[in-house]
């Protein structure tokens, strides 16, 4: 993930809630051809095949990305992973 920009990681992030560049667009405050380029180059940077994968990724990596100190799915996910035993994806 330290490959990305801070923007590329805002929008990627975002990019993993499942919605579509019109609304990434209007909830980041950028054009919709901005929010392509992004994923482009998230894509393209992670070693992804397609949006849909860098989507995933985002899901997996929320507690890397998420900088909110009270975000209840940073917090979950980290629950999850104590009580399974599953390791954290970590940069």
Sequence with gaps: MNLLTEREREVLL???TGAG???LAGELGIAERTVKAHIQRIVM???QNSRLEAAVLS???HHLLCSDPH????AAGAAHARRTGAPLLTT
């Design 14 to 16: 975002h990019l993993g």
């Design 21 to 23: 560049n019109r609304e």
């Design 45 to 47: 940077k992670l070693d």
């Design 59 to 61: 899901v997996l990596a």
């Design 71 to 74: 975000c209840t799915r940073c």
